[in-house]
């Protein structure tokens, strides 16, 4: 299996970082499903502002580069433009649980049919270390030198509670499992969340907890009050598919069958479109 779809851009991340598990998740899922029929040329992926937006450079299926926070937002809009598009937002646990929570909301709401990949290491690392909204009680960092005193907030049960569809859990560490949960949630019609454990060496090297407190979930929960179960636990965190049913993904009732990108009139009936209006104001 090929998963040659690395740029000639120069990885800045830190030795060890947990983002080059992601990324070689990311690359070995792309080259199954072209296996299974799904062209690299045809997924699309988005990034927001931090070190897990490097992916973009670094990564060579096409996209669009967004704002902090705003990769979900960008991501609805290309499904929408060309849903026959399999779009996948990186994002990282600051960048959308805090600045972009609106928009992960409503688009687990709506569950618009994307797929999103948190890059969860518990801090804003690109701007060294600061706590952010999945920081432990506790943590000290530039902006919490005396320790947090927030309950971090837990992205599964939001996502849960706000409508998703899919959601799962994997850590940088489990290539295998990534990389298949990777596959599987873009193959999966409708919101698709997975959360990423990924240490950062530098700020918040979690290796080592995460190494003794994960664990494989065999299989998915049934009900969404026994996933909850599954999302709120502390003591042992669950890696895997936790939740994953079926309802009409938002762009299909949105767009009844249409394809916006394709599906437009060309440029004399643009003309005729304009010169019908102009007449019809001249007559006002």
Not at 22 to 46: C, F, H, N, R
Not at 88 to 108: I, N, P, R, S, Y
Not at 199 to 212: A, G, H, R
Request: hydrophobic share 35%; proline share 5%; aromatic share 8%.
């Amino acid at each position: 299996m090929s998963a040659d779809y690395s740029t000639s851009a120069p990885i800045t991340w830190c030795p060890g970082c947990g983002n080059f598990g992601i990324k070689t998740a990311y690359e070995q899922a792309v080259a199954k499903l072209a296996e299974d029929g799904v062209p690299s040329s045809d997924i699309v992926m988005t990034a927001g502002i931090g070190q897990h937006a490097k992916m973009f450079d670094y990564v060579t299926t096409s996209g669009f580069y967004s704002l902090h926070g705003r990769s979900l937002a960008t991501a609805q809009g290309i499904k929408i433009a060309n849903p026959e598009l399999k779009v996948v937002a990186f994002v990282g646990d600051g960048d959308t649980l805090g600045e972009g929570v609106a928009h992960f909301v409503f688009a687990a709401k709506r569950n618009s049919d994307i797929t999103v990949i948190c890059h969860n290491n518990g801090i804003y690392a690109l701007t060294t270390g600061q706590r952010a909204p999945t920081s432990p009680v506790g943590y000290k960092g530039p902006s919490t030198p005396h320790g947090n005193v927030e309950e971090p907030l837990n992205g599964l049960v939001l996502a849960l509670e706000s409508g998703a569809t899919f959601v799962a859990r994997s850590y940088s560490g489990k290539l295998e499992q990534l990389t298949d949960i990777i596959v599987q949630a873009v193959q999966h019609e409708g919101f698709a969340f997975i959360d990423v454990l990924q240490p950062c060496v530098t700020f918040n090297n979690t290796y080592e907890l995460y190494n003794e407190i994960t664990y494989d979930l065999e299989q998915s929960r049934e009900t969404l009050d026994e996933a909850l179960d599954v999302a709120r636990e502390r003591d042992k965190l669950a890696t895997g598919i936790i939740y994953r049913t079926t309802r009409p993904a938002g762009e299909r009732a949105l767009l009844r069958g249409r394809v916006p990108a394709t599906d437009r009139p060309g440029r004399d009936a643009r003309r005729e479109q304009v010169k019908a209006v102009l007449k019809a104001l001249e007559v006002a």
